[in-house]
């Protein structure tokens, strides 16, 4: 019977495992005294880059209104039907506001599919992670926890203009 | 010396062994936490007291504070007992090894080992193979499929290994011509360590710790990915704490061991021969026992972190057809020393 050579059949020295087994020991070795990679959180936040999808907030202009026009396309397209909006006249030059929106942020999924689909680049991902609430109803965030300045959210408009057709 | 004065230095001895032991596995564990933290580029525990010093205390308390969970379908009597006989095995054993040597203490020549019997290595054997029946019988007495798959896996491994490091042993029996540690340490002055004299002897016997203490990369009897916690899923609470304990203080006793047998115990290589004075040539003494024993466990924790885990069938493999060989020829090739070298 003719014993077929396979692929990984091991040498004689590999067959050994001393020899390997101080390479493995040695690698180890070497890897303790690199830099750690730990960050310690709550003294030392993480920064995150402008492609990172945090919570999704509205963008409030200089002179303190939102860009948006309630047009409901975000809460159409929310797979996890997180949004709601509630649209009203304005006298303004856009001539619709919402008047009531709301994320609940227990069921929002961070896919971020709202902001690609506001023709008013008025609702982005923030850099925002740090979500905590208490109960049901602190995790439904109304117009006053979702409006962000403009200058805050420069970063995720400038990615946003850059990389979204 | 009256009988008196000899049951209270022995007293002494075993209570200074018996703390230094539960702070040195308390400190292991952290040290563990440690170092495999640093292999895989993390901090580890650094959050309770100075670098996270206390961390072990802290351990120690949450574990005491949980609820003990006795299974509907144990055997109550044998689920108690198990832990107890683990933690009895592996407190037991540190009484033979010898630390340093005789010393003089307020008029009392003190030798620096609890018990110095001729048989001391045959005691540890002993011991350690009733070690089993902590692990089996934990297995067995939980009423899980886990646990006592984790039990017998256990048993199988150890006895099995027992055989290749009774054989390693057999080599330093020949070389010292004693079962007595103190005297096997004696036998290795100057650089005649025994890990020098029988390299292969030295491997299969580190090797055979490693599955008699049931660390990686030999640790299938609580293999976490097939068997949940193995011989200990069904423990909580003191008695999972001190499975935990017997599993470091195990160690601990195996690093000794090595030391003992192979790498000279307490010997400095020629310290004699520098005239130091006799309290300190005593103190280097003990410091390097402590250094060769620490150096040891921290071998045991770097091979964990490194190596993965045997298949069971390897395993078995590697013992019966690698090891037990292999030691054998340890044997051949001390007697070979003796008889060319007149050891």
Request: with cysteine; charged share 20%; net charge positive.
């Amino acid at each position: 019977m003719t014993t077929k050579k396979r692929f990984k059949d091991l040498t004689f020295w590999e067959r050994l495992y001393i020899p390997v087994i101080i390479k493995g020991l040695v690698l180890t070795l070497k890897t303790m005294f690199k830099p750690k990679v730990t960050m310690e959180y709550p003294e030392v936040k993480f920064e995150p880059p402008a492609s990172y999808r945090g919570r999704p907030v509205l963008v409030q202009e200089k002179n303190g209104v939102e860009r948006c026009v309630a047009c409901g396309l975000c809460s159409r397209v929310c797979p996890a039907l997180a949004i709601e909006v509630q649209a009203a006249e304005t006298e303004l030059e856009k001539e619709r506001f919402p008047q009531k929106f709301e994320i609940n942020m227990l069921r929002c999924i961070f896919c971020g599919f709202c902001e690609e689909v506001c023709p008013e680049e008025a609702i982005v991902m923030s850099k925002d992670y740090e979500l905590v609430f208490q109960d049901r109803d602190s995790a439904i965030f109304g117009k006053d926890k979702l409006l962000v300045p403009v200058e805050n959210l420069q970063d995720r408009i400038d990615f946003l203009r850059k990389f979204k057709k | 010396m009256s009988i008196w004065e000899v049951i209270i230095i022995s007293l002494i001895k075993i209570l200074l062994i018996v703390v230094l032991m539960l702070l040195t596995v308390a400190y292991l564990v952290y040290f563990e936490r440690k170092i495999s933290a640093w292999i895989q580029n993390r901090k580890g525990p650094n959050r309770v007291g100075w670098h996270g010093l206390l961390q072990p205390f802290a351990d120690v308390f949450k574990l005491l504070l949980k609820e003990d969970i006795v299974p509907e379908k144990a055997n109550k009597a044998l689920h108690t007992l198990a832990p107890f006989i683990a933690l009895f095995v592996a407190f037991a054993t540190y009484a033979v090894i010898p630390i340093g040597p005789t010393i003089e203490l307020f008029g009392y020549k003190i030798n620096l080992v609890v018990a110095d019997v001729n048989i001391g290595v045959l005691y540890v054997l002993a011991l350690t193979s009733l070690g089993v029946y902590g692990i089996t019988f934990a297995g067995w007495s939980s009423g899980s499929k886990y646990s006592l798959l984790g039990g017998v896996r256990s048993s199988a491994q150890m006895i099995s290994y027992e055989v290749s490091m009774g054989f390693s042993i057999a080599g330093v029996l020949l070389l010292s011509q004693s079962l007595s540690p103190t005297k096997i340490v004696e036998a290795q002055y100057g650089w005649m360590w025994n890990a020098i004299l029988q390299p292969i002897g030295f491997i299969t016997f580190v090797v055979s710790a490693f599955a008699e203490t049931n660390r990686l990369p030999f640790d299938l009897p609580e293999a976490e990915p097939e068997l949940v916690g193995g011989y200990h899923t069904e423990y909580s609470s003191f008695k999972f704490a001190g499975f935990f304990l017997a599993e470091y203080a195990n160690m601990i006793i195996a690093s000794m061991m090595i030391t003992t047998l192979y790498l000279g115990g307490y010997q400095i290589p020629y310290i004699d021969k520098l005239g130091l004075n006799q309290t300190l040539t005593v103190l280097l003494q003990v410091g390097a026992f402590l250094f060769k024993t620490a150096f040891m466990l921290f071998f045991f924790m770097w091979v964990r972190w490194s190596i993965p885990r045997f298949r069971y069938d390897q395993l078995m493999n590697l013992g019966w057809k690698v090891m037990f060989p292999l030691s054998l020829l340890n044997i051949v090739w001390v007697a070979v020393l003796i008889m060319v070298f007149r050891l």
